[in-house]
């Protein structure tokens, strides 16, 4: 795992993070600028600078824990539908995104909008306090 990944980091439990699941090869934790409440971020403890790097039984074994929390999520925070997506633009470290969509527009591509030259910022950053709760809902839901 390359010294400086933030996510790297995480995995190796050197920087703080409020943990849903671990097991030898994934790691989910809270985003700390959710989207939406639950937001949950699922790495791969081996770095890998995208998705498409990633051995696809692992790729897959993070869509079998997406869809675990999804059915969790949709019943914990009563939305009909929970996203995921993969991304990398802010850590070059494949990772996926789970959130509970409360509005279609939750994720979202800038594509669709209209107006160009759009300023766009991070969500706030979640307190500590809520970070901890709404892990320790989604872990007490995983079992």
Do not use: W
């Not at 600028?33 to 696809?56: C, N, S, T």
């Not at 300023?119 to 995983?142: H, K, V, Y």
């Amino acid at each position: 795992m390359p010294d400086n990944c933030l996510f790297c980091r995480i995995a190796r439990h050197e920087l703080p993070a409020h943990a849903i699941h671990e097991d030898s090869r994934i790691f989910a934790f809270l985003d700390i600028h959710p989207v939406r409440r639950g937001h949950v971020l699922i790495i791969p403890k081996q770095h890998y600078p995208y998705f498409e790097d990633m051995p696809a039984d692992l790729a897959g074994h993070i869509v079998n824990l997406g869809q675990r929390l999804a059915r969790h999520m949709k019943r914990l925070y009563t939305v009909d539908r929970v996203g995921l997506t993969f991304t990398g633009i802010h850590v070059a470290h494949a990772h996926a995104h789970i959130v509970p969509m409360h509005h279609p527009h939750d994720i979202t591509s800038t594509h669709y909008i209209a107006q160009q030259d759009l300023t766009f910022i991070m969500p706030p950053q979640a307190s500590n306090e809520a970070l901890a709760e709404t892990a320790d809902t989604l872990r007490q839901a995983l079992g």
